[in-house]
């Protein structure tokens, strides 16, 4: 379970060698060993992988990741090509359409991930069938302290947070630098309390142009 990118690890070299996430490491790596645990062990820190740290743009905050099986593949809100869209995706894609007319039918982010779009979990990994099996293990102080690296090194950046619970963890965040987006969660639970209508695609791609920056294609084939 390692982060190669030296881009992240300039800045987050030293977590690693915090005793809580040796502890975090040693039980996870367990848990890999003795249940079935997503994602794949080798798409842990996907996320960050795939994009430098400097060309970060917009940050989507999740809980967990899909803790069904071949659903889960690093990226918050993702799932694998081919399969069935989550409920909660279902409702982000029917926004994006009212939004911006973009009509998705491929669950797979890796297009926005390749764009800059950070779509961070803020626990990495899940035991199957169990939903939030790996919370308060250590990664939540892990994605903490990303999001306040990117709050404090880098300017301009959209943080997207959907729900109570994205919004706590992203209280932090300086919005005299950034723009930071809350909404109601798209689950079907809350979907209907201020999720629709709320134009988060739009209203991010508006703030990169006035920066001068490219505008996210949030098409996805």
Same mark, same amino acid.
């Given at each position: 379970m390692k982060?190669t990118?030296s881009?992240?690890n300039?800045?987050?070299?030293a !977590?690693? &060698?915090k @005793?809580?996430f040796?502890n975090?490491?040693?039980t996870?790596?367990? /848990?890999?060993?003795t249940?079935? $645990?997503?994602?794949p062990?080798?798409?842990?820190?996907?996320a960050l992988e795939?994009?430098?740290?400097?060309?970060?743009?917009?940050v989507?905050?999740g809980?967990d990741p899909y803790?069904?099986?071949?659903q889960?593949n690093g990226?918050?809100?993702?799932v694998?090509?081919?399969?069935k869209?989550p409920?909660?995706?279902?409702n982000?894609y029917? !926004?994006l &359409?009212? @939004?911006l007319?973009?009509k998705?039918?491929?669950?797979?982010?890796? /297009?926005?991930?390749e764009q800059? $779009?950070l779509?961070?979990?803020a626990?990495?990994?899940v035991?199957q069938k169990?939903?939030?099996?790996?919370?308060?293990?250590?990664?939540?102080?892990?994605?903490?302290?990303?999001i306040?690296?990117l709050?404090?090194?880098?300017?301009?950046?959209?943080f997207?947070l959907w729900?109570?619970?994205?919004?706590?963890?992203?209280?932090?965040?300086?919005r005299?630098k950034?723009l930071v987006i809350?909404t109601?969660?798209?689950?079907?639970?809350s979907?209907?309390?201020?999720?629709?209508?709320?134009?988060?695609?739009?209203k991010?791609?508006?703030y990169?142009?006035?920066?001068?920056l490219k505008?996210?294609?949030?098409?996805?084939?």
């Amino acid at each position: 379970m390692k982060l190669t990118s030296s881009s992240w690890n300039k800045y987050l070299k030293a !977590e690693f &060698e915090k @005793d809580y996430f040796k502890n975090l490491e040693e039980t996870v790596n367990l /848990a890999y060993e003795t249940a079935v $645990v997503f994602p794949p062990k080798e798409e842990v820190f996907k996320a960050l992988e795939m994009i430098n740290f400097n060309d970060v743009r917009v940050v989507i905050l999740g809980q967990d990741p899909y803790h069904g099986m071949f659903q889960a593949n690093g990226l918050s809100f993702s799932v694998n090509r081919g399969v069935k869209l989550p409920p909660s995706l279902v409702n982000i894609y029917k !926004e994006l &359409e009212t @939004d911006l007319g973009i009509k998705n039918r491929c669950g797979d982010l890796t /297009a926005w991930a390749e764009q800059g $779009v950070l779509l961070l979990n803020a626990t990495l990994t899940v035991e199957q069938k169990r939903a939030g099996s790996h919370q308060k293990m250590g990664w939540e102080i892990f994605t903490d302290k990303v999001i306040e690296c990117l709050s404090e090194k880098r300017d301009g950046i959209v943080f997207i947070l959907w729900g109570s619970y994205a919004q706590k963890k992203g209280k932090n965040i300086d919005r005299n630098k950034h723009l930071v987006i809350e909404t109601a969660h798209p689950s079907p639970l809350s979907v209907y309390r201020g999720f629709y209508g709320s134009k988060p695609f739009s209203k991010t791609n508006d703030y990169l142009v006035s920066r001068g920056l490219k505008a996210i294609n949030w098409e996805v084939k």
